[in-house]
């Protein structure tokens, strides 16, 4: 069936609660497994029917946002989730604290009691306005982005439409861009200053009221890190530090050659090559096309996963006026299909939709049948391991969507994994550093990160950008104003998508098949255990990345990148 053909009813709210209610009454009074169970999944397809609904709407407002009907519909989900949410915390806490919880486990995979663990450890109605105070600040932040208005060559950018100009072939441009955008953060320091106080003290404070010594801990909670700890994710930068940053100024001193200038200017950081970055060639129609030819000469699963996305257009993909901004993939739980939302925009991210977005949406389809619908999907770095990993599967085909500019891109898409490792582990120690020292002042935190910096990407060079110098880059970083310690999880996801890349190019049989294992186990292991099911080294270990970074240095070095 048709996406569009999918029917939308809105939930009777009223009818919800009291079936809810009665489940929950009736899982309270089960005192073993056999009573507990069948309750248990009566109330997973009551949930699922309301995530199916709500997916429904939110996808059908995102790609038409002038549609009446659904902007009223996404109005009554915004409104009612948060009340639904009441009874899945009370759903969290009779499942953790069942006394015969360990028997559950052959049924509902334990990484389900750790989630919901985490979910109550970060929960309690007296925190309430502690969160609507920093969901206001979030909101504040957002809006103040979006304000921006860059006048530049007679015209006006927001702040996404000026970063195109850093891929212009005038040097001038993309420096006038850049300069531009980053006077829109220089005149409003002060407000990124207040707002980002605010929000360390709002979480400190929330983090306090429920007894944890600083937010770090709490914010481990919130992002379900299920089987990892600040030191293991120390010992893990660390070994960033030593083992990739090197590699990382090595590129960047290529990139410098390339351009003819001594060093990567800070405009210039995203133009790998003077002649143009690599780009897609063909229209909309062919590379649509070229994806269905990979997916069917990849395998067999995602043959009949591309076939089922194309014939029941489960994606809206070109941009068009009415749209919002962005990508996301997500999943329609009782239709069992992922959907894809995108932008295309003529540059090489188009194919990583085909590729990156394509990946989410290919874990999906596998582990739809996982009964438990909070374990479809895995956590955040390991749902990232399976989607950057479909970027390196895609490799042998990218010069269907590439022609002429294939070697270019593998090139830059490879050096740009190792050039994204350490600042990725910058965003996160930075974060650390900030909720370990509660009370600093905006100064003091401007001068850590740019410490940080200097650290992590020693070959920055900020000359001419005083805003950058000072240490407001990261003024730009939503994560760490929306979803703080959120990030660590993509370098995670990062270095296991290399090694999937190295088992690949060695032709190494059993690539494919525990790649595929990883995607139909969605969520029903921890990351580690993801990790470890996939055949694949966890990251966290000293001496754990030399060899794939090994692999990867060696592949670039022997590129005559200056020919490309
Ligand atoms: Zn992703």
């Given at each position: 069936?048709?996406?569009?053909?999918?029917?939308?009813?809105?939930p009777?709210?009223?009818?919800?609660?009291?079936?809810?209610?009665?489940?929950?009454?009736?899982?309270a009074?089960?005192?073993?497994?056999?009573?507990?169970?069948?309750?248990?999944?009566?109330?997973?397809?009551?949930?699922?029917?309301?995530?199916?609904?709500?997916?429904?709407?939110?996808?059908?407002h995102?790609?038409?946002?002038?549609?009446?009907?659904?902007?009223?519909e996404?109005?009554?989900?915004?409104?009612?989730n948060p009340?639904?949410a009441v009874?899945?915390?009370?759903?969290?806490?009779?499942?953790v604290?069942?006394?015969?919880?360990?028997?559950?486990y052959?049924?509902?995979?334990?990484?389900y009691?750790?989630?919901?663990?985490?979910q109550?450890?970060?929960?309690?109605?007296?925190?309430?306005?502690?969160?609507q105070?920093?969901?206001?600040?979030?909101?504040?932040?957002?809006k103040?982005?979006?304000?921006?208005?860059?006048?530049?060559?007679?015209?006006?950018?927001?702040?996404?439409?000026?970063?195109?100009?850093?891929?212009?072939?005038?040097?001038?441009?993309?420096k006038?861009?850049?300069?531009?955008?980053?006077s829109?953060?220089?005149?409003?320091?002060?407000?990124f200053?207040?707002?980002?106080?605010?929000?360390?003290?709002?979480r400190?404070?929330?983090a306090?009221t429920?007894?944890?010594?600083?937010?770090?801990?709490?914010?481990?909670?919130?992002?379900?890190?299920?089987?990892?700890?600040?030191?293991?994710?120390d010992?893990y930068?660390?070994?960033?530090?030593?083992?990739?940053?090197?590699?990382?100024?090595e590129?960047?001193?290529?990139?410098?050659?390339?351009?003819?200038?001594?060093?990567?200017a800070?405009?210039?950081?995203?133009?790998?090559f003077p002649?143009?970055?690599?780009?897609?060639?063909?229209?909309?129609?062919?590379l649509?096309?070229?994806?269905?030819?990979?997916?069917?000469?990849?395998?067999?699963?995602?043959?009949?996963?591309?076939?089922?996305?194309?014939?029941?257009?489960?994606?809206?993909?070109?941009?068009r006026?009415?749209?919002?901004?962005?990508?996301?993939c997500t999943?329609?739980?009782?239709?069992?299909?992922?959907?894809?939302?995108?932008?295309?925009?003529?540059t090489?991210g188009?194919?990583?939709?085909?590729?990156?977005?394509?990946g989410?949406?290919?874990?999906?389809?596998?582990?739809?049948?996982?009964?438990?619908?909070?374990?479809?999907?895995?956590?955040?770095?390991?749902a990232?391991?399976?989607?950057?990993?479909?970027e390196?599967?895609?490799?042998?085909?990218?010069?269907?969507?590439?022609?002429?500019?294939?070697?270019?891109?593998?090139?830059?898409?490879?050096?740009?994994?190792?050039?994204f490792l350490?600042?990725?582990?910058?965003?996160?120690?930075?974060?650390?550093?900030?909720?370990?020292?509660?009370?600093?002042?905006?100064?003091?935190?401007?001068?850590?990160?740019?410490?940080?910096?200097?650290?992590y990407q020693?070959?920055?060079?900020?000359?001419?950008?005083?805003?950058?110098?000072?240490?407001?880059?990261?003024?730009?970083?939503?994560h760490i104003?929306?979803?703080?310690?959120?990030?660590?999880?993509?370098?995670?996801?990062?270095?296991?998508?290399?090694?999937?890349?190295?088992?690949?190019?060695?032709?190494d049989?059993?690539?494919?098949k525990?790649?595929?294992?990883?995607c139909?186990?969605?969520?029903?292991?921890?990351?580690?255990?993801l990790?470890k099911?996939?055949?694949?080294?966890?990251?966290?270990?000293?001496?754990?990345?030399?060899?794939?970074?090994?692999?990867?240095?060696?592949?670039l070095?022997?590129?005559?990148?200056a020919?490309?």
């Amino acid at each position: 069936m048709k996406f569009t053909d999918l029917k939308y009813e809105r939930p009777d709210y009223d009818t919800v609660v009291k079936t809810y209610e009665e489940l929950l009454a009736k899982l309270a009074a089960a005192d073993n497994k056999d009573a507990f169970l069948p309750v248990f999944r009566e109330i997973n397809t009551l949930r699922s029917s309301l995530a199916t609904m709500y997916n429904l709407a939110y996808v059908r407002h995102s790609v038409n946002t002038a549609d009446e009907f659904y902007d009223k519909e996404n109005e009554f989900w915004d409104e009612t989730n948060p009340l639904f949410a009441v009874y899945d915390t009370r759903l969290s806490k009779l499942c953790v604290e069942c006394p015969f919880r360990e028997e559950l486990y052959s049924d509902i995979p334990e990484p389900y009691f750790l989630a919901a663990e985490c979910q109550l450890k970060s929960f309690r109605e007296d925190i309430v306005p502690l969160l609507q105070k920093e969901n206001k600040l979030i909101s504040e932040y957002g809006k103040l982005k979006a304000s921006a208005q860059i006048e530049f060559d007679g015209k006006t950018y927001n702040l996404s439409t000026i970063s195109s100009k850093a891929e212009d072939l005038d040097p001038a441009v993309r420096k006038g861009a850049m300069d531009g955008k980053l006077s829109f953060y220089e005149a409003h320091e002060a407000d990124f200053d207040r707002i980002y106080d605010d929000l360390v003290k709002v979480r400190t404070e929330i983090a306090r009221t429920l007894g944890y010594p600083s937010f770090t801990e709490l914010g481990y909670q919130r992002m379900l890190r299920l089987d990892y700890d600040r030191n293991m994710v120390d010992t893990y930068r660390r070994e960033i530090l030593r083992e990739i940053v090197p590699a990382a100024a090595e590129l960047y001193e290529k990139q410098a050659k390339r351009l003819g200038t001594k060093t990567v200017a800070y405009y210039d950081k995203a133009m790998e090559f003077p002649a143009g970055n690599p780009t897609p060639k063909g229209t909309y129609e062919e590379l649509i096309q070229a994806a269905g030819q990979m997916y069917h000469e990849m395998s067999p699963e995602t043959g009949e996963f591309i076939d089922r996305m194309i014939e029941d257009e489960l994606w809206d993909l070109k941009s068009r006026d009415g749209k919002q901004m962005g990508g996301y993939c997500t999943g329609i739980p009782d239709y069992r299909i992922p959907f894809i939302f995108a932008n295309f925009n003529g540059t090489s991210g188009d194919v990583n939709v085909l590729t990156h977005e394509a990946g989410h949406a290919f874990q999906y389809y596998m582990s739809r049948d996982i009964p438990v619908l909070d374990l479809q999907w895995p956590t955040n770095e390991s749902a990232e391991i399976t989607s950057m990993s479909m970027e390196f599967n895609a490799w042998p085909w990218l010069n269907l969507f590439f022609k002429e500019d294939t070697e270019k891109y593998r090139y830059t898409h490879l050096s740009g994994t190792l050039k994204f490792l350490p600042y990725g582990v910058l965003v996160d120690h930075f974060q650390h550093e900030v909720y370990d020292h509660a009370d600093w002042t905006p100064e003091e935190r401007k001068a850590c990160w740019r410490s940080l910096e200097k650290m992590y990407q020693p070959y920055l060079d900020y000359t001419g950008a005083p805003i950058l110098e000072k240490g407001c880059w990261w003024f730009q970083q939503g994560h760490i104003f929306e979803a703080p310690f959120y990030y660590i999880d993509y370098t995670l996801a990062q270095v296991c998508a290399l090694q999937f890349w190295a088992r690949e190019r060695r032709q190494d049989p059993d690539a494919w098949k525990d790649y595929l294992t990883l995607c139909r186990l969605g969520g029903t292991k921890t990351f580690t255990g993801l990790v470890k099911s996939a055949g694949l080294k966890v990251p966290f270990e000293e001496g754990r990345l030399s060899d794939v970074v090994r692999e990867v240095h060696s592949y670039l070095s022997s590129v005559d990148d200056a020919a490309l």
